[in-house]
């Protein structure tokens, strides 16, 4: 079945360093790729995402790229802000059939100091 | 505006007393899922849902049960819950490309349950 391996946190930042949070998946065929972000209390909702290979997904100056050949999808940003700090969860989905179970990354707590 | 809509937020049971969180979408999404959030463990699948009266177990289903009469509802059950179902639950819908493949999934608030 499919799996997702996410970098473990708590990744601590200074204000304007730059971020990478890794995601490994396997998965049979060709699932689309998602981030998802979860701020404190409040459910979770789509960052990005990407649904094929060498896509970029972007959204609020992060990114990442769909690297089929090493099946990531690496999410980064340049320079955070203390108001990105959240949780993070990368997440494969699935191609096909019934198969509609879903999994998710175990998140990346991310904390952002002025 | 577009929102999937959970019951209770928050709940405090005692152990055996049986309970249902409600779970509503207005996006007419085929796709519904219920998942629990606990810490170190991240988010785990408990039951999906592919359309109206079709479910299916997750990873964690032991405990707990759902249905799905109509499309836009998806309750799940917890006939006698257990102190272990201490938990934070979010319910979730998406959209199915080709039938069969679930795109952004859109999550309610979360639901915090204590049983003690």
């Known amino acids: 079945g499919n799996s997702v391996t996410q970098m473990e946190g708590p990744v601590t930042l200074s204000e304007e360093a730059f971020l990478t949070i890794n995601c490994t998946y396997t998965?049979?065929?060709?699932?689309?790729l998602f981030w998802y972000v979860q701020y404190p209390g409040e459910g979770l909702q789509l960052l990005l995402k990407?649904?094929?290979?060498?896509d970029k997904g972007s959204n609020k100056g992060f990114e990442a790229t769909y690297r089929k050949e090493t099946t990531s999808f690496h999410l980064e940003k340049g320079s955070v802000q203390v108001s990105d700090s959240a949780v993070y969860f990368c997440?494969?989905?699935?191609?096909?059939?019934?198969?509609?179970?879903?999994?998710f990354g175990k998140g990346t707590k991310l904390s952002v100091k002025p | 505006e577009a929102q999937v809509t959970q019951n209770p937020r928050y709940l405090i049971t005692v152990t055996g007393k049986k309970l249902t969180v409600t779970c509503s979408q207005n996006m007419n999404h085929e796709y519904m899922s219920w998942y629990r959030q606990d810490p170190g463990l991240g988010l785990r699948q408990i039951y999906y849902?592919?359309?109206?009266?079709?479910?299916d177990k997750g990873d964690v289903p032991e405990g707990y049960k759902v249905s799905r009469k109509e499309k836009r509802n998806f309750p799940l059950i917890l006939e006698s819950p257990s102190p272990n179902q201490t938990s934070l639950y979010f319910c979730a819908s998406s959209a199915l490309t080709s039938g069969v493949h679930a795109i952004e999934q859109f999550f309610g608030p979360g639901t915090r349950l204590t049983v003690l």
């Open positions: 849902s592919m359309n109206v009266e079709v479910t």
């Open positions: 990407a649904t094929k290979a060498d």
């Open positions: 998965a049979t065929g060709y699932p689309s």
């Open positions: 997440a494969p989905s699935h191609y096909g059939g019934s198969q509609g179970n879903l999994i």
